[in-house]
């Protein structure tokens, strides 16, 4: 029974697959196996497709306005069998999410893979950037990225870590390793920095090349908000959700603790760094700089700096604050630019980085996340 | 922008939660955070909601005719505000596959988790069984899920394996543990066994109790077939997809000699096991048949035993054969208690398990999973 009716979805897909383009575009590496569309062209123009004979109005809608794909949302061109699409772009590379709209129901493309953003499962597209391999899976030795389950007492719930632990981490049972944390934005979730991210590559490329020290990864959920039901976490403050506080404590009393009993870290400031790109910049900058005994490095990517702007010559200092935004979302870079321009009047190392020519995206945080982590535990 | 964006997705599913029930219903596991439908009821009835006010006509799509929500498609009933609802059962408890049909279109439930089922990334939902916790997530020693990136010559591409070592796998380096290698079934893949399976927990809570020995699983893709584009599998034989065969080349050349390169395996076949559900049951049959010199367990879960039928008192023997489906899939249990009974006549230690009143579903692997594992490596 099973078996039949997976065939007949294939036979599905393949009415699909028929009409593929014999233009030089390819599906794009984010597709489900199998699934011919949506393509990349060798111009960075995506055309999708879905098979839907019984809607009345199909769309492509880009997750948000300063979306890479461009402004959206893109209305899909029906024809005689049912089959609906439209060519977009050429678009900027990198990693986008989107959605379809499909009789103003918004829901996935059912040829891709979805990623947590958006605050869903969404769809998501790999455009190629043909100037950029930093990452790509290489031949080189690879680190593993593992689900590590722990009771939080701060938010009462048995929570999932994402750890990354560097190649060759268990064949030598005495070294040990720095630690970056590492946050996802809002609406995203502990998988985003491996899965949209591909963070566990960049690391295996630049420890490869010598370019960054070995270290261990620790992503977590940022979303830390009262949840339904049993696991509902007891306000503080009023109704509304105190994310960033109950984040700040739980990596605090819960996570940092776990992590050094239950790997080979080098437990000192000096060698534990936090990093965050847009709402966990935020959160970055905050549990960073109120543990200065806890932290020697702090990253603040796509941030705008909004967590802090007031600094002192006489307060405490990290060893390192990074701060970097992507050129197309030109009023994070100003806020941002204007926040290390006074964390360096205070005396404080800070080191600004641009990505040029893209925005509020995935992107953007790979780019930064490669420009930072060569950065760490240098001294 | 983004930050604005998201407030404004989560406003659109507060509007969802208004209509939340107040007869002791409860959200499913399997939804998203903060999403209140799908809901289950005290009696295992489940009441799915969704908003589509454009839409003429939605559904709720059961995954297959034997799945334990109940023969569909079951219309839902729009509301004067567009809220469409339906609500099924009482519905067989476990984990179900199903998606919507929005004006004939296969889609997901915008509120629930995917998994990757049925070729797709498809929604899924938890219906809780009160009279087990054998896979819930308990205050006990967990171990870890790694994904493991490899390069396999057989299907030229890296590859990700999934792989749960043991509580306190860390610890001491000196410790070696047997491997179990666990198969998906067909439309699945390596996240099958922890996402939807619990395989993890089910572990962890089986060692605690020391009812089964510490053990690896490792868990592949067994939808090994020619892909689109660079990684297409060479045919060795006409056209049609060699899935079984190049599963088969891929488990002896490159997984297991690389499994027992990276970890700390017992690497003889009193300590290798290979098993799987449906597809991946005739899997597991097939390479573990062939290569008694490598497996000395193998487990069937709802396979039917059509792999083979023919067994002799003089070939090669495995230490155990073990078979098992749900009693409300009855033509694969008819067939494979006949396969039992020829490899018993035959003198091959064989095992027969019935999982009572589930079906070709997860909740019968679960259970076969819970049987299997505490009789390997006892010899």
Known sequence: MRMLLTLSLAAAMGALVQAQATDGSKPATSNLPGAEYPRIHADSRVTFRISAPSAQKVQVVPGGNDNGLGQGPFDMQRDDKGVWTVTVGPVVPGFHYYWLQVDGFA???PATQTYFGWNKECSGIEVTDKTLDFYDVKDVPHGEVRARWYYSKVTRMWRRAMVYTPPDYDRDARTRYPVLYLQHGAGENERGWTSQGRA???LDNLIAEKKAQPMILVMENGMVAPKAGENSLPAK????????EAFRDMVISDLIPMIDATYR???DPAHRAVAG??????QAMQVGFANLDKFGYIGCFSGGGAARSDFSTSEPKPLLVWMGAGTAESSRVTSAKATVEAMSKAGIPAVWFEAPGTSHEWQT?????????PRLFQK
């Open 365 to 373: 945080w790979r780019k930064c996340l490669y420009d930072f982590t």
């Open 237 to 244: 403050s009023g109704a509304a959700p105190r994310r960033n």
């Open 277 to 282: 790109l847009s709402m966990g910049a935020g």
């Open 265 to 267: 870290t080098i437990p």
């Open 107 to 109: 829901c996935n493309d």
């Open 200 to 202: 566990n590559f960049i």
